[in-house]
């Protein structure tokens, strides 16, 4: 670890570049039952301090990928739109209403869905959700909101989830290896992109696991198509 890290400030230094030691930590990614290690990385005397959660390019990261952090760092900010949502109901029509959503809440929801979105704490993410949606519609705090999604034609999370990561599989197809890459026996998951042998419950969680698992259970006509579709860009 100390001489990869020497190696890249050597090449910081080369290309008069340095970096923020204050600004600059290290993190294990473990699993909840393993103990962290001590190390020790430092360079000029400077010692890296280990963190157990970071904010990078807007996501917070923790070293069990639980997001835990992330989601409680959103948390506030629901809670702002719906506030906003709560001021706006007396003078604003549900139309406009809707805009207000999809500019306060909705956009903070969906950054980075598709690495939060399976976590069990998203829980209180998708309450928040559904209280915003019965603000706009004007109901108690019980009422149930599966109507008033399909009457906005707003997804709810967990399908806004599903949606997010379908969607990156299908615009980044090639990506991808499906079955008959891999075999020349035709089957009937001919069709199937090829899923990996997960070794841990963590994996099994991950984006490219539940991805192509999700795409894995579409109809065969979309699966088709979309594997049409890679092979013609690869002609391209």
């Known amino acids: 670890m100390n001489t990869n890290f020497r190696i890249v400030n050597e090449w910081f230094n080369s290309n008069f570049l340095s970096f923020s030691f204050d600004k600059t930590y290290y993190m294990q990614f473990t699993t909840k039952n393993k103990i962290l290690h001590n190390l020790n990385i430092e360079y000029n005397n400077k010692m890296i301090i280990q963190a157990n959660f970071v904010k990078f390019l807007g996501l917070t990261l923790d070293f069990t990928?639980?997001?835990?952090?992330?989601?409680?760092?959103?948390?506030?900010?629901?809670?702002?739109?719906?506030?906003?949502?709560?001021?706006?109901?007396?003078?604003?029509?549900?139309?406009?209403?809707?805009?207000?959503?999809?500019?306060?809440?909705?956009?903070?929801?969906?950054?980075?869905?598709?690495?939060?979105?399976?976590?069990?704490?998203?829980?209180?993410?998708?309450?928040?959700?559904?209280?915003?949606?019965?603000?706009?519609?004007?109901?108690?705090?019980?009422?149930s909101c599966k109507e008033f999604f399909k009457l906005l034609k707003i997804l709810p999370l967990y399908a806004q989830y599903i949606y997010s990561l379908i969607m990156f599989l299908v615009t980044n197809r090639n990506l991808f290896l499906d079955n008959a890459e891999l075999y020349s026996i035709k089957t009937r998951n001919i069709h199937n992109l090829h899923l990996p042998l997960p070794h841990l419950t963590k994996y099994q969680k991950g984006v490219h696991y539940a991805r192509v698992r999700l795409f894995n259970h579409l109809p065969a006509y979309i699966k088709k198509s979309t594997n049409e579709s890679k092979v013609f860009k690869k002609t391209l």
């Open 65 to 143: 990928l639980s997001w835990k952090q992330h989601i409680d760092a959103i948390i506030p900010k629901l809670n702002k739109a719906c506030y906003i949502i709560r001021k706006l109901k007396l003078h604003l029509s549900t139309t406009v209403l809707k805009m207000v959503y999809h500019a306060f809440s909705h956009s903070v929801m969906s950054f980075g869905l598709i690495f939060w979105g399976n976590s069990t704490n998203s829980r209180c993410v998708f309450k928040l959700q559904k209280r915003a949606i019965r603000i706009i519609m004007g109901t108690k705090n019980r009422d």
